[in-house]
T-cell receptor, first 113, second 114 residues
Framework: GESVGLHLPTLSVQEGDNSIINCAYS??????FIWYKQESGKGPQFIID?????DKRQGQRVTVLLNKTVKHLSLQIAATQPGDSAVYFC????????????FGRGTSLIVHP | DGGITQSPKYLFRKEGQNVTLSCEQN?????MYWYRQDPGQGLRLIYY???????QKGDIAEGYSVSREKKESFPLTVTSAQKNPTAFYLC?????????????FGDGTRLSIL
């Protein structure tokens, strides 16, 4: 029979706007976090990472914020471009354990020209 | 350029057939991983290997098998016991267990049932 996939949360923005993508994690022992970008039909690409001893880390046009109190991190993309359209997801790791990351479901970012 | 190569890009499986997905890396990474991705879902771990000739089951290992005879290769076999194999399969690697390094991913193999 027909199968229907789950719909990802979607964020639609206009080109040039700033985008904020959010991620919540459940395990307070997680101490290393990674953001990936996945374009259609391709594998995830590393964007930026942050360790739990930091609250903020900046890259080129991207900033990750970590709030350990509420177990939340966000990815901010400045001056969003059509090439930024993709699925973005976060991963959390507990160092000292198996080091296997736990991945979120992802958010689909759509950038309108 | 170093990277991870997955092949084939598309694969079709007949009823009762085993199929093998290839994953090769020339990054000299120690650890390799196989994930399954279904539409609208996150990555789920099938198997991982942190050293040659050793591997561990992930969260959804049933119906799958792997081998790690060489550092650069980590093939995944989808057996006939896996009743719902249609998915996007991703292979990843890290130089050391990923506590302090992000994973590098291949571009995936899309498996469908004929």
């Amino acid at each position: 029979g027909e199968s229907v996939g789950l719909h990802l949360p979607t964020l639609s923005v206009q080109e040039g706007d700033n985008s904020i993508i959010n991620c919540a994690y459940s395990n307070s022992a997680s101490d290393y976090f990674i953001w990936y970008k996945q374009e259609s039909g391709k594998g995830p690409q590393f964007i930026i990472d942050i360790r739990s001893n930091m609250d903020k880390r900046q890259g080129q046009r991207v900033t990750v914020l970590l709030n350990k109190t509420v177990k939340h991190l966000s990815l901010q993309i400045a001056a969003t471009q059509p090439g930024d359209s993709a699925v973005y997801f976060c991963a959390g790791v507990i160092s000292g354990g198996s080091y296997i990351p736990t991945f979120g479901r992802g958010t689909s970012l759509i950038v309108h020209p | 350029d170093g990277g991870i190569t997955q092949s084939p890009k598309y694969l079709f499986r007949k009823e009762g057939q085993n199929v093998t997905l290839s994953c090769e890396q020339n990054l000299n990474h120690d650890a390799m991983y196989w994930y399954r991705q279904d539409p609208g879902q996150g990555l789920r771990l099938i198997y991982y290997s942190q050293i040659v000739n050793d591997f561990q089951k992930g969260d959804i290992a049933e119906g799958y098998s792997v081998s790690r005879e060489k550092k650069e290769s980590f093939p995944l076999t989808v057996t006939s016991a896996q009743k719902n194999p249609t998915a996007f399969y991703l292979c990843a690697s890290t130089p050391v267990p990923v506590g302090n390094q992000p994973q590098h991913f291949g571009d995936g193999t899309r498996l469908s049932i004929l």
